[in-house]
């Protein structure tokens, strides 16, 4: 009778330690197939979608138009007109004819104005600066409009018998020591800018209502 040779117990245990190895090394390929990478699929795809996020981000950024400043820099007979806020008048009216003497019916407007003794009917804003304003123009009558007056708050009561004229604001030239009427009378020094919409001389006094200076704003393109 064969008898077989006894089984070495060590070699048994090496066996089936290295059986139980095999199976843990195929769970862990068929758990984790990118091995030590660090990246499922899905965090794979996860970081390709952030990646593309930022750079679709960077490329908004990047192509967003900034807004730009547009400034009118055209000048008039060589100067820049300025922006002149709107005005709000009290005063008194007056018609003018453009076809009878000037100076008188001017010196008729500003008797008028003197005698209306605005400064004890209405609240000014600024008793030292008196404005006549010619509006109104009418080419074909040839009449133009009169009005002289201070300028009062937008809610300042203006009682009834007072002239009320809202001036609107815009390009002006401002011409120091010059008028109105003298501009007028020779518009090719502006080309064709005049608007002949408003426009006004400013007339600065001092404290006993003197003038000290004078100033002609002529409405402009």
């Given amino acids: 009778m064969t008898v077989l040779p006894k089984r070495n117990p060590f070699l ?7 059986v139980v190895m095999m199976f843990v090394f195929i769970a862990w390929i068929i758990l984790y197939p990118y091995g ?10 996860q970081h390709i979608q952030d990646v593309s996020k930022q750079k679709t981000a960077t490329a908004t950024v990047t192509q967003t138009p900034r807004p730009s400043l547009t ?12 922006q002149r806020q709107p005005l709000r008048l009290a005063g008194t009216h007056l018609q003018l004819n453009l076809q009878r003497p000037l100076q008188t019916q001017i010196d008729t407007a500003w008797q008028r104005f003197i ?18 304003v010619y509006h109104g ?32 604001g815009g390009r002006y ?28 001389e400013l007339y600065l006094l001092n404290e006993n209502y003197q003038v000290l200076n004078q100033v002609a704003f002529l409405a402009v393109k």
Wanted: charged share 15%.
């Fill in 115 to 132: 005698d209306t003794d605005l400064l004890s009917k209405v609240e000014i804003t600024n008793s030292t600066q008196v404005y006549a």
């Fill in 173 to 200: 030239l401002r011409l120091t020591g010059e008028n109105v009427f003298d501009n007028w009378s020779n518009p090719q020094r502006f080309g064709d800018a005049l608007t002949f919409n408003a426009d006004y």
């Fill in 71 to 82: 400034v009118n820099t055209h000048t008039v007979a060589g100067q820049l007109p300025e």
């Fill in 12 to 18: 048994l245990a090496l066996y089936f330690l290295a």
């Fill in 137 to 168: 123009y009418n080419q074909q009558a040839q009449i133009v409009q009169m009005t002289i007056g201070y300028v009062v708050n937008e809610r300042g009561y203006v009682p009834a018998g007072i002239d009320l004229l809202e001036v609107s």
């Fill in 36 to 45: 030590d990478t660090g990246y499922t699929g899905t965090a794979v795809s």
